[in-house]
């Protein structure tokens, strides 16, 4: 796990760690909000696969979701196939529900399946840390890249911003082989479930 920023009252942001190159997606089976189910196999383009793990009330994957449908848009151009999957705790987060993912998918028309991981198994499994969270595979689904959207964060992008998501996974399509030079993502930490089951839960803020 990368550095913890406390950027304030119950919002605590990470950086993930690292990409440890070569890696292996690890395979699972989700309900979308779509009320099918996909796999890593459905999910995947023929010249790689970008897993995302997002949520709806993050405000740093709010700042940026715009950018990362378009950016998954053009990547499927270039044979990457792209996932979202979601990973909180919605008894603490209602605003993650599934009801909800369901209404942001068709509001921002997602060009990708938006995926319930309701034990969060799959997110340890990952290890994903915070949302958002990239994963980039090439043909092989052998992780290449594990950087952020854009050097932009929070704040809007300016037309000239490197697209640095785009740039790798077009890198991947291309050569199988992510950048060596990545910067880490940033975001809200996953909200995991508390480890006693009665514990009392309340609705939190980031």
């Not at 196939?81 to 529900?97: F, K, L, Q, R, T």
């Not at 942001?104 to 399946?113: G, N, R, S």
């Not at 949302?131 to 090439?138: A, E, I, L, R």
Request: negative net charge; charged residues 20%; contains cysteine.
């Amino acid at each position: 796990m990368g550095e913890i920023k406390d950027l304030g009252k119950h919002m605590v942001a990470l950086n993930p760690p690292a990409c440890d190159f070569g890696r292996p997606a690890i395979p699972f089976d989700l309900p979308g909000t779509d009320g099918g189910h996909h796999t890593l196999a459905s999910c995947r383009g023929p010249n790689g696969l970008l897993v995302m793990f997002i949520c709806n009330h993050c405000p740093f994957v709010k700042a940026i979701i715009d950018r990362l449908v378009r950016d998954c848009r053009e990547l499927a151009a270039f044979g990457i196939g792209s996932v979202a999957i979601m990973s909180n705790d919605i008894d603490s987060y209602p605003e993650d529900s599934l009801e909800n993912m369901a209404q942001l998918a068709t509001q921002l028309d997602f060009p990708f399946p938006y995926l319930y991981d309701e034990t969060q198994s799959v997110a340890r499994t990952y290890g994903a840390v915070c949302t958002p969270d990239f994963f980039g595979y090439n043909n092989l689904l052998e992780l290449q890249y594990r950087g952020r959207l854009d050097a932009a964060g929070r704040n809007p992008a300016a037309a000239d911003t490197p697209r640095e998501l785009l740039a790798a996974m077009r890198q991947v399509a291309e050569s199988g082989i992510g950048p060596r030079e990545q910067t880490p993502s940033i975001g809200c930490s996953i909200k995991w479930r508390e480890s006693s089951p009665s514990s009392t839960r309340t609705p939190r803020s980031s």
